[in-house]
């Protein structure tokens, strides 16, 4: 499949593709995707955006410095950082005359039957109306037995319920990776996840404020490849990354 055939799409945004290193919102880089996402829907296409960010953004205007924070702690810093994410987002899409409708999810709302449902519908009629759903984990009041913990999980549960033909996971890195003691393979096609993939993850994260690490993504992968969604892993540090996705063919494809 070829981004362009995907009819439904859900892109996740990690924290180092929309905050900088210094916490601040990269609204440049945010119009250089809507740039992308104007392309898509163009061609008919549905996007959805799960995005990380909130507790980066709650730092910076808490002038916390990052730190391992206790979970109540970093419930409250994404309770006021969530509004600084979705007033970045409405102003950047308002000027773009893009609607969009915030959806704040815990893995109860994907994971029982009703309330998966429930969400199904509310994405249905806000892509119905033109919107772009923007979605992110409930932190405010997800506990740690009941959180996803990561945001790949939750782009991926969210690409199950709505039956996304496509989830994009911009990241950090151009994608999986194959590491020998003298060179470094960037693998193009995943089939299956077997130990033989799982052994290429390195499972400590480089990121300053993200929560997952290639492991989270892999986790996502099989959701995705369970449900017959296809996954791609990018680099979203690029301007216009779905566009140079396609230009240059850099990333990881997983296919159900």
């Known amino acids: ?55 980066a953004l709650g730092q910076k205007y808490l002038k916390i410095k990052n730190k391992k924070l206790k979970l109540e702690m970093s419930q409250a810093i994404a309770s006021i950082g969530q509004i600084h994410l979705i007033n970045e987002f409405q102003k950047v899409f308002k000027k773009n005359n893009i609607k969009i409708g915030q959806i704040l999810i815990t893995p109860d709302d994907t994971e029982q039957r009703k309330r998966a449902l429930n969400a199904r519908r509310t994405f249905e009629n806000l892509l119905k109306i033109g919107a772009i759903p923007v979605v992110n984990e409930n932190d405010t009041t997800a506990t740690s037995e009941i959180k996803y913990g990561d945001n790949d999980r939750l782009a991926a549960r969210v690409a199950q319920i709505i039956g996304a033909d496509l989830l994009i996971i911009l990241s950090d890195v151009d994608g999986l990776y194959e590491i020998t003691s003298n060179k470094k393979t960037l693998i193009k096609k995943v089939n299956n996840i077997d130990n033989k993939i799982l052994s290429l993850v390195n499972k400590k994260t480089n990121t300053i404020y993200g929560s997952g690490g290639m492991m989270t993504k892999l986790e996502a992968a099989k959701i995705c490849m369970n449900s017959g969604c296809n996954m791609i892993i990018a680099n979203g540090k690029n301007f216009s990354p779905i566009y140079h996705i396609n230009e240059k063919k850099l990333f990881t494809w997983f296919e159900p």
């Open 1 to 55: 499949m070829h981004i362009n055939k995907a009819k439904k799409i859900v892109i996740k945004l990690g924290s180092s593709t929309i905050v900088d290193e210094k916490g601040n919102f990269k609204k440049k880089w945010l119009l250089s995707l809507i740039k992308d996402i104007k392309k898509l829907k163009k061609n008919n296409q549905q996007i959805v955006i799960v995005s990380s960010g909130a507790i």
